[in-house]
Structure formats: C-alpha cells, structure tokens
Nanobody, 124 residues
Framework: QVQLVESGGGLVQAGGSLRLSCAAS????????MGWFRRAPGKEREFVVA????????YYADSVKGRFTISRDNAKSTVYLQMNSLKPEDTAVYYC?????????????????WGQGTQVTVSS
C-alpha cells in the first residue's frame, strides 16, 4: 500500500557528497517512520539511519554518525539522506524503508515497505 522510489545514487570520489531521495506514495500514516539501510558487497544488509515522521526520534548507525543526515519534506512525503565525507566503505546498495510503527527503528523487521535500492559507489 506504500510505494517507495529512491533516487540520487551514483559514483562519487572519497570525501565527496551525495543526496539520496526517497519519495513515498500511497497509504499515509498518522505516525510511523522511515529509514535507510544498505548492503555492501559481501556483507549483510545493515541499518544506517531512521527517523519518526511525527517526532524527533532519529537514530544513526555509529559508522555514519556525523557524516550522514536524514531529513524530510512532509509536504512531498519525501525523505532525504545527505551523505557527506563519503568513504569507500560506504559503497553499497542503499534502500529506503517505511514502517507504520515508530519503535525499534534499527530493526529490518520493523519495516513493511521497501524501495528498490540505489547504488552508491565511493572510489578512492
């Protein structure tokens, strides 16, 4: 009932920046959350960041804290992931996800809706 469309992935040099977008359509929630996860080559998909739509609850993985920032445009039902000071270790397919709940945001099982993923490649 919720469709997520990601954009903004690409190739960037280490130290550079990218901004990913995730536009949501379909069913809306009075409360809930959206998050970003990523899967690097040869690794499991991992939590990156998540935020509640109607609160100030935001959680970042230690690996991206201070470099990545999640933001949202409620009018456009869009969540952004601003990625600065990118490192080769950030290379991964990035997925946005939506949940109608705003607890355990770090857990993949919380999310019922997923985007198709967008490739981010950081070269050095």
């Amino acid at each position: 009932q919720v469709q997520l469309v990601e954009s903004g992935g690409g190739l960037v040099q280490a130290g550079g920046s990218l901004r990913l977008s995730c536009a949501a359509s379909g069913r809306t929630f009075r409360s809930g959350a959206m998050g970003w996860f990523r899967r690097a080559p040869g690794k499991e998909r991992e939590f990156v960041v998540a935020t509640a739509w109607n609160g100030d609850s935001t959680y970042y993985a230690d690996s991206v804290k201070g470099r990545f920032t999640i933001s949202r445009d409620n009018a456009k039902s869009t969540v952004y992931l601003q990625m600065n000071s990118l490192k080769p270790e950030d290379t991964a397919v990035y997925y946005c996800a939506a949940s109608d709940r705003a607890s355990r945001l770090y857990s993949q099982v919380t999310y019922s809706y997923w985007g198709q993923g967008t490739q981010v490649t950081v070269s050095s």
